[in-house]
Structures are given as C-alpha cells and as structure tokens.
C-alpha cells in the first residue's frame, strides 16, 4: 500500500453540484490502515470546514497540482463501512436511477452511524480469586450485604452483566462492587451489547416440516441455482401453497455452501407471520432489518450482520442494502408488490437491484407470488427467469369458491345498501357459527372516476381506454394520459339513466352499515386511520386472532399475506374501483387484490367462501380471479399491453416536475419537452426507439401545495434505448435544472398518479 498517496472521496452533502470525487491527499500516519468503503473526515469548501466523506477509490497519481491538494483529517471507523465489493453497485444505482452517489451511499449506512451513535456497551462482571472464597465472603459479610450475594453468586459461575447480577443479589448498589473491585476480587469487563428488536421468546425452535411433492420439487430446481451460485427464479405458487417452507429450506441450502440470505417481505407490519417463522425455526441466526426499527436497533441489527454474527437477514426492501460479503440468495416474497418501488430518492425498483446484487455477487434470486407482476411472469415466458410452479394449496385444501354479485341487479331490485342480500346473509351466517370474516374495501389513491350504478357504464378516453378522473373544481373529466376532457354527463350514454356519478367511500361508512345491519357483530378496522401508530398493526391481529372479533374490515391492508385458519368468509364491497383508476395496470392490480384477499380464506379445515360485488361482473379481471386463473388473466392482459404498447411492451420514463408556482412548473415541463425533441431530431435512432413524449398534469395536480405535471415517455423495451434515454436525461437535468422546480426523473415508475 505504500506507494498509494491519495484517496478519491464523495462528500457526505446531496447537492448536484458536489456529486463528483474529490481528491485527498493520505497522511503519512493513516497509510497503514486506510481502505476503500472507509468513512472520513476531511476539510472542505473555502473555509475547510471538516466535513464526513466515502473512499472509492485509492490512487497513486491524479491529475491535481500538489499545492491544490488537502489532506484528510482522520479515519472516522475502525472498518469500512462501505463493503469495497458493494462499491459498483452505488456506481450502477446512480446510473440506474438518476441520483445523487451520495444519495445511493446513504442507502448502505445506517442513520445511526452517520449520527456517530455508539454502540451500547455494558460491563461483565468476573471473580479474580480463585481460593478462600468463603473466607473472603465472611470477611465482607458483616459490612455490607451485598458484597457477600455477589461472591457466591460468582462462585457459581462468574462473567454474569452486572445489572443482571445486581438483580440477583437483591439489588446491590455500584459501590458494592467498586468495593470488591479494589480489593483485586472481582474485576469488571466491557461487552458490547446489541439491541435487540425481537421481543417474543424463542424457547421453542421449529423444525422442518415434512415436504410436499411440489415443495421438494421446487426446492430441487431452485437448489441447483444454489450450487451453481447463479439463477433467477420466479416461484409462482398458489395462496396457501407454503411457499415460506419452500423459501426456509433454500435458506438451509445457501447455509450449507456457507452463503448467506436475503429475504424481503412487502412490509414488515404487516407481515408478521413471516419474519416470525424465520425466528422460529433460525433463532439467533436472524437479523431484522427496517424502518420502523428505532435507529438504535437498527444499527445493532446492522452491526450483527456487519461482524458476521447472523447468516440471515429477514427484512422490508430497504434490506436488500444489507452488508453482507458471502451473498448467496436473495428471496423476494410477494414481489408483485408496489412497496418493492422506492417512492423517495433514490428511486429504485428491489427486483431490479436485487437482480443487479446477484450477479454481481453471484447469489441467486427468488422472485415468489401467487400473482406475480405481469412483467415478472413475461420474462419467465421469454427465458430471462425459470419458473417453478406449485399449483395446489397444502394437504389439498381447495382454493375458497368465489361468488360474483352483480351490483347493478342489487339497485334493480332497489337494494341501496352497500351490502347485496347474498353477502348479507353469509355474515350472518358466517357469525352465528363462530367462525370469521374478513371484509375488504377496495380503495386505491385519491382519483375519482364517474360511473352509472344503472347499467355499470364508465366514461373512459375515446383514445387511451382509460377512465377518465372527475375534478370538482372545473366540474369536468380528464385523461391523465392524453389531456383530453369532457364535460360531466347528466344521463347515462348508455341506458339515459340519471343515477350516473363519482364514486368513493370509506371503511367507516361501511362499518355503520354493518352495525347497523348485524348489531351484535364485533368489528375492528383496520385502515390508515387505525394504523399510524406503531405496533397498531401487531395489535390489530392479535386481536382478531385471538376472536376478540368477528369481522376484520379494511383496506388492501387485510389482503395480504395474513393466516387467520377461522376466517371462512372473504367479501369484497366494491371490486370495481381499483379498475376504473387511470392507470394501465388498474386490470393487474385489481386481479391481485382480488385473488390475494379470497386467498385469506378457507386456510384451515372449513371451506373458505368468497363474496365480490361489482357494477363489472363480466370483466375478465374479476372473472379470472374468480377461478383462480392466473394463466388466462394473463394471457388476455398480455394481449391488450401489446396491442396499446405498454409495459412489458415499452419501457415507461416519467418525468415528475412539482412546485409551487404552477406557471413555472408547466414552463419546466414544457422546456424538458422541446428539448428532448430537439435531441430526437438530430438522432434518428433514438426517435426510432421512442414510442411516445408528451407533457400532461398529474392526476393528482396538487399534494401539499406543490403542482405536479409530467413528462411521460414510452420507449420501446430493449436495451439500447434504455440506456441511451439514460445519457439522454441526464444532460437534460443538468441543463434544465433549476431552483423553482423540482425535476424527478422515474426510469420504473410503478404509479403515474
Ligand atoms: P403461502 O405463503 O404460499 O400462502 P404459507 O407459506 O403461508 O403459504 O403456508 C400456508 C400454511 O401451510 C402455513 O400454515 C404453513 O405452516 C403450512 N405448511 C407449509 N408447508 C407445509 C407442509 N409441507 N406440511 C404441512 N403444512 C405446511
Ligand atoms: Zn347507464
Ligand atoms: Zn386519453
């Protein structure tokens, strides 16, 4: 190392201008030990202001004259927190998703290192002499009653933390042990402790459980990825098919190569069962990592996985930046899941980092749903992913029989409740047998659509197929994709019937109306009002686990991933809305959230039922979820993307401009349009890869006083133009930069809200 003289550094500042590597010179003192990924400390600015810096690079010569160079100030850790191997990734994400380096650092430190929060240190008490013990013991006994306690509890087994020992000695002070410290007969040790973030006992470990054929088959597939240390697999299996099994004993296969894992859950609280059975069957060996951790937990869970002292780190997708060097499986569990997508700087997508990851640590990647994402199930059909299926609920319990209202005949019959008779009367039945029911409000976003509760008829955009979302202000309809508007119709186009509006309403309107209709039923909700606190979710489970309650009502909260054996009923209040949002996977994410919440019953030894209202009965969406028919939601969806060239067809670039000054937030939007036309008119291959530019407003105009317009590119899906729209945009944010606006450019934008 001693012919290295300078460092390549990125400041710890997210300012565009400084997201370049600064150069510094290395003090003779620090030559020894310094390395690549290490945080230092180094002057900077004109009045050398000591400011947190990351080595990523070590030099011998650079192209600054010597009298220009500084010199840094001191090693900020004693290793670097970066892992060097980790340092191609920042390069790839910055690249990837147009962000600041520093901004990609930052995903791989905790908060609480950056804040030079200490690790918690506590003593261990040991006994020094080994003979006489009883002689000392009766020397102190008279002159305190705790040197004595202490000793013998010593004696019986020493290297015990001393507010434990205090404890056990009735409470002996600190002076009691200064006291025999100063003697010479005890002394006293440091030992890091780490906070732990799981508080459930772990007495009981799990074991295997016996597999099935198609449990021992996917394994067998995947295993050979394993050995091979490269793969991606895509696990399409069934609700209830024990896919976590599956995902367990790829765990025990990556251990036996002396690998280790990654396994990603959509959102921590709101699977509990998962990290749970992780606990349960790996014990100690699990690391949890994510954000609702206090930043004290999680930079012990950070520093266990840092020293090696876990194999298995069990989190939500901040997770995938887990230090780990001996990479070899990452599991994504419910990947179809928006909560994968990073809604704040950097914006990166988990499955394509995490595809990323592995290859470059030679890890192998599982993707697992039982409805995976259009996209994911395409590239499997296309050969980028091997799919293993496991079609068939475990011990063969049949999938729940689903049954769809027509909500239109409801109104005919001059039913104006929100409940139709049908599911009406199996609540009632559901109840009075003790069993339970879990009922779901479909509700997505804020954006209103207007529609005929006569005959079902949606107004939608004559030319993108999408529906149009009602603004109150103006009283009209917009296409969020095109601008194209229309007035409010006053009759139906349809059948002229008057009863044509804007829909939205909310868990408590429905729990009123089931009070109302079952007094005695006990409801807990379960929504964004209930949850914001934490530990609300836990609560909320616990509770209606334990049949504290009768029916758990909610939003696409109470759709995933929970494992409640007495719910026999699911119902669906409005299966429509989610499908009229502006938006080209309304079909995929209505499919889902239909086919994950009927999965929620019918787990244990009854047979599950399954209500679902809709103004749309014959949508193929609601009709393929309704037998549980992946394979043809599929194949129809496939046809329409293609046809409409959208994703897997063509790659979507979103430019989101926001600020508080509409009129320089439309200037910005449009200027970023006329240049990249201007950029598509000197380079005919680009234009021939560009499907589509066009600026509209959001559908949502306004968030917190902010204007929010768009650029919207579609571009066709190969990998040239991806990565030449890449070089584009990032002159066009350097040009077109400014302090009024803020300009956001979204390479996998899972929402175009
Ligand atoms: P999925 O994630 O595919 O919906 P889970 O992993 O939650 O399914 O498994 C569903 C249930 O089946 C769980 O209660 C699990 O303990 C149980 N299970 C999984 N595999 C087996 C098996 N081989 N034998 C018996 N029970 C199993
Ligand atoms: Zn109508
Ligand atoms: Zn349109």
Not at 495 to 518: A, M
Request: one cysteine or more; aromatic letters at 8%.
């Amino acid at each position: 190392m001693s012919d290295i003289l300078y460092a390549g550094v990125i400041i710890d500042q997210a300012h565009p201008a400084l997201d370049k590597v600064f150069h510094y010179r290395i003090p003779e003192d620090l030559k020894a030990d310094i390395q690549i990924g290490m945080r230092v400390l180094v002057p900077f600015g004109a009045g050398n202001r000591s400011i947190d810096a990351y080595i990523v690079s070590l030099d011998k010569e650079i192209s600054i004259p010597p009298n220009r160079i500084k010199t840094i100030k001191k090693i900020c850790d004693e290793f670097p927190v970066l892992l060097p191997e980790l340092i191609p990734l920042i390069w790839w994400m910055k690249k990837e998703y147009h962000c600041l380096t520093i901004e990609a650092i930052r995903c791989f430190i905790p908060p609480g290192l950056r804040r030079n929060m200490d690790g918690k240190v506590e003593k261990l008490v040991f006994l020094k002499v080994e003979t006489d013990i009883n002689e000392k013991i009766a020397q102190v006994e008279g002159r305190s009653r705790y040197m004595g306690e202490i000793l013998r509890i010593l004696n019986e087994g020493d290297g015990i933390l001393l507010p434990e020992l205090a404890d056990m000695a009735g409470g002996a002070p600190l002076s009691s042990f200064k006291s025999l410290e100063k003697r010479g007969w005890i002394y006293l040790e440091d030992q890091e402790v780490y906070r732990n973030p799981w508080d459930q006992p772990l007495d009981v470990l799990e074991t295997d459980l016996e597999l099935t054929q198609e449990q021992a088959a996917a394994i067998e597939t995947i295993g050979e990825g394993i050995t091979r240390s490269q793969g991606i697999y895509l696990l399409h299996g069934v609700t209830g098919s024990g896919k976590t099994e599956v995902y367990m004993h790829l765990v025990e296969r990556t251990l036996k190569y002396k690998k280790k894992a990654i396994i990603l859950v959509p959102e921590i609280s709101l699977t509990p069962q998962t990290v749970e059975r992780f606990k349960m069957r790996f014990g100690e060996d699990v690391a949890i990592l994510h954000s609702r951790l206090s930043p004290g937990e999680r930079f012990d869970e950070w520093r266990r996985i840092y020293n090696g002292q876990v194999n298995i780190v069990v989190g939500a997708r901040s997770a995938i930046f887990a230090p780990i060097q001996e990479l070899g499986l990452i599991v994504i569990d419910e990947a179809h899941e928006d909560s994968y997508k990073s809604e704040s700087r950097p914006r990166y997508h988990t499955v394509g980092l995490a595809i990323q990851r592995c290859k470059e640590q030679g890890a192998v990647l599982v993707l697992g749903s039982a409805t995976p994402s259009l996209d994911d199930f395409y590239y499997s059909q296309k050969g980028h992913y091997t799919r293993v299926t496991i079609d068939h609920r475990i011990n063969q319990r049949p999938l729940p029989k689903v049954k769809i209202i027509d909500m239109r005949q409801e109104i005919k019959k001059g039913n104006r409740s929100i409940f139709s008779q049908i599911l009406y009367d199996e609540l009632k039945g559901t109840l009075s047998r003790g069993e339970q029911a879990i009922i779901l409000l479909n509700r997505r976003g804020y954006a209103q659509f207007v529609s005929c509760r006569s005959c079902g008829y949606l107004v939608k955009c004559d030319n993108c197929d999408i529906s149009l979302t009602y603004h109150s202000k103006s009283n009209t309809l917009k296409c969020h994709y095109c601008g194209n508007t229309k007035p409010y119709p006053r009759v139906c186009p349809e059948c002229r019937s008057t009863y044509i509006k804007h829909f939205g309403i909310g868990t408590q309107r429905v729990e009123q109306e089931i009070s109302r209709l079952i007094p005695s039923a006990r409801i807990i909700r379960m929504d964004m009002d209930t949850t914001s606190r934490k530990g609300a979710h836990q609560k909320i489970i616990d509770a209606f686990r334990q049949k504290d309650y009768d029916i758990l009502l909610g939003t696409q909260m109470v759709a995933k991933g929970l494992d409640f054996p007495n719910v026999t009923l699911v119902g669906v209040v409005t299966a429509d809305t989610s499908l009229n949002l502006p938006d080209y996977r309304s079909s995929e994410k209505t499919f889902q959230l239909i086919t994950q919440v009927a999965g929620r019953a019918g787990r244990g030894d009854r047979e599950g039922r399954v209500i679902i209202q809709t103004y749309h009965p014959e949508h193929f969406a609601i009709q393929y979820s309704a037998k549980h028919d992946y394979l043809g939601f599929y194949n129809e969806e496939i046809r329409i993307r293609e046809k409409f060239k959208y994703p897997p067809f063509c790659h979507i670039v979103r430019v989101l401009i926001t600020g508080e000054k509409e009129d320089c937030v439309i200037k910005t939007a449009m200027d970023i349009k006329r240049w990249l036309e201007h950029r598509l008119a000197e380079d005919p291959i680009i234009k021939s890869g560009t499907l589509e530019l066009g600026v509209y407003p959001a559908p949502l105009e306004k968030i917190k006083n902010r204007f929010r317009w768009h650029v919207l590119i579609r571009i066709r899906n190969e990998r040239i133009f991806r990565e030449r729209y890449h070089e584009i945009m990032d002159d066009c944010l350097k040009e077109l930069y400014n302090a009024v606006s803020t300009i956001v450019v979204d390479f996998y934008p899972t929402s175009l809200l």
